[in-house]
């Protein structure tokens, strides 16, 4: 089992802790007996924080808490009055939509990059994952390890010696490259007056740490916070209990431990042979007699290295099937009137409703209703897998990934390159391709943890014009990583000329094509306002 760093707490820690955290050993629980704003959060802080959540919840959110009212209360009793009180309902009488309506709050620590995509797979839950952008990895955990994950089966193989030196020898060339970004930013982008010594050195650690992520594995660890309902958690662990990575059927475990000690009703039919086993057993045979009859037709080809973004797909009367909902929501005429009538106009009167029916809009958030959903766009990307990271959050979409591998080639940051850092960056990915090429043979799933954020990987992202609306003015503000940014800006024109949709893609009016040196300064300096104001 990979050797999780466990955290020490004093007595009196202790005693505040176990009322709110189903446990306070292991990597995985639940919060409990704490109201929905600060759940909600001590999640927010956990993304830019380097600190375990129980941790962070001493340091930064006891004190606000009154807990004369909690003192006998301990999280990991008192379930079989609501057991009892769902039985009925929800298991003998089936009707899941009881399920919609608990939720929990769970933190899974110290996983995987890897595990943190299967962990963010479905759309009805919410997600906060620890930002490589805030956070560094030069430092060792508690036990003296970097933090990347240690497969039992791989370490226990004829390669976990070289495993574990050349994950060991990555974090160091990380660990020694960021305080020399970090010194030569400095030196490029001089402290203006506006700013305070706090909001400079905030940007300048991002602009550093987003140059160097690139070098991080895949095995890297992150903290990840979660919401969902019972049914939403059923469907994911069903799904990670599937999967043929280790790690995630052992997360699947640990996780379902400390479900059932918030919501045990919602979780009977994981294991139930005829339910969950079965569902469980379904998603692995597809998959697997997927992969054999395409690997029995034909080959896999590579293709060239390189970074891309291509509209793959489209419909090119996008913007009249949109009007035709406008008109149809807008009138009492059947949809088949509703199209007749928006063929007869000129695309000019056409164009018109469009425009109106955006409106003039305030900022990002206005954004036209559901109209906008009635045609989409299907986009084949080639980027570095940070990027990936960042835009696979879009959960409203659809997206699908291909395996991580070092066939596509890797980007450097011109950052890297500038202050002379090319050939250590360099190394450090021969090292990462060299491990991928060891493993993948014997351990294809784990092999992806050798793999470097730097490296490229193909996906698939089709959404429709109000996702994409979304997506494309978010991912493109200037406090956005440069890797994702350029996506963005390059979705946003093949809307417009390729597709032709023109309107939609003016409709777009936050999409932000600045340029931007020290991409989170002036998030920084907001951050800084907006602290001095309380």
Known sequence: MHPYATEEFTAAETDVLRRYFTNLEGPVFALVNLPEVVKGALFARYSRSSKSLRRLFLDEFVEDLVLDGDESIDATIGLERADDLYQKVFFEYGDDSVAQLGGVHLACEQASNVLTKILEWGRIMSYLEQSTRYLGYDKRLSNGFYRYYRDHDLLDSKYGAKYVGEMDRMFDAYSELLPKIVDFTTKKFPKTVEDTDFSY??????????AVRGLLPASALSN??????????????LRMRAHPLPEARHYADMMLTELRKVIPSFLKRVDLEDRGVAWTNYLADTKSATGQILRELWDDVSSEPGESVNLIGFDPDGEQRIVEAIAFAHSTTSDEEAKRRVAALTPAERAAILRTYVGDRGNRRHRPGRAFERTDYRFELVTDYGAFRDLQRHRLLTIEWQPLTTELGYDTPSLIEEAGCGAEYAASLDRSRELYETLVDE????????????????????????????LIELRSGPQGHPSYRRVAHEMHRLIGEVAGHTTIADAMSYVDFSDTDLERLEAERAAERARNAR
């Open 224 to 237: 990840v916070g979660i919401y969902g309902s019972g049914q939403a958690y059923e469907s994911l662990l």
């Open 443 to 470: 351990f294809p799933e784990q092999a992806q943890y050798a793999v470097a954020l730097a490296f490229r990987i193909r996906y698939v992202m089709q959404m429709n014009a109000r996702e994409a609306m979304h």
């Open 201 to 210: 050195r905030m940007a300048i650690r991002a602009k550093a740490l987003d």
